[in-house]
């Protein structure tokens, strides 16, 4: 069983990422404009009517803003935990809509789904874990800091899917008020380079091969240079081998599929 992963969009202007198993497909979060998130699947080569969920993170406006228009456009149920879906009651008139207590698990259409809390100023944020046969993938963005159930929720990942939002000198130089910078910053804000390297580094440290992608990276405080540069070097001095990193792109598609994934890993051979 194949498991495939398309990030449709990463950072603050939208997220979705797209989970595929055979004709089956679930997005995590939904925060493009409707034609933009339609013209991203039509890109990937996915039916709106193949999409059996849409999974919620937290209510900000960047990972839910068309979930409301996709489910009821094609019938498709939203799953978020109470007080998220609670938080979009409005945006969500008329959907389905299915509640997954955070830290519950559930199958939908095949894929195991699985939940956990982050730490980030929404409701009742979560990250998920998502598989299909023997394959995983972890999403956690939006977490302004990572705790031990965080790394419990994202060992099974062989893709991990994390925040690295900033840069933290990038980020004080950064064209924002204070207030804002402060809330980035907050230990319910976004997660930075180095915090993102040194989660990725304690994952790592059961020494399980596994891609990392980087996201939600911050236009003015962050560069996938500068993210994947930082990342690698936390990991490097942390001495973890066999975890490949790679900065997502804001609008542009980027591609994990199981299959390559058992290539690039005999290559450590
Ligand atoms: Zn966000
Ligand atoms: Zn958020």
Sequence with gaps: MTLTV???????????LLVRSGDTALLVDCGLPLRTIGRALTRADVNPAQLRAILLTHEHGDHTLSAGPMARRYGIPVVANR???????QDLEGALVQELATGAAVTIA????????????????????????????GVATDLGHWNDTIVEGLTPADLVVIEANHDQEKLWRAPYVEAVKHRIYSPTGHLDNVAAGRLLARLGSDGRRRSAWLAHLSQEANSPQIAEQVVRGVLALAGVRYLGVAALPRRAPLHWSSDMHGEQLSLFD
């Design 6 to 16: 398309t990030s449709l969009a990463s950072g603050s202007s939208g997220n979705a």
């Design 110 to 137: 095949g894929f195991g789904v699985c939940s956990f809390p982050v730490p980030h100023d929404a409701a009742e944020p979560v990250g998920y874990t998502i598989s299909a046969g023997r394959w995983c993938v």
């Design 83 to 89: 007080p998220t879906l609670a938080a979009l009651a």
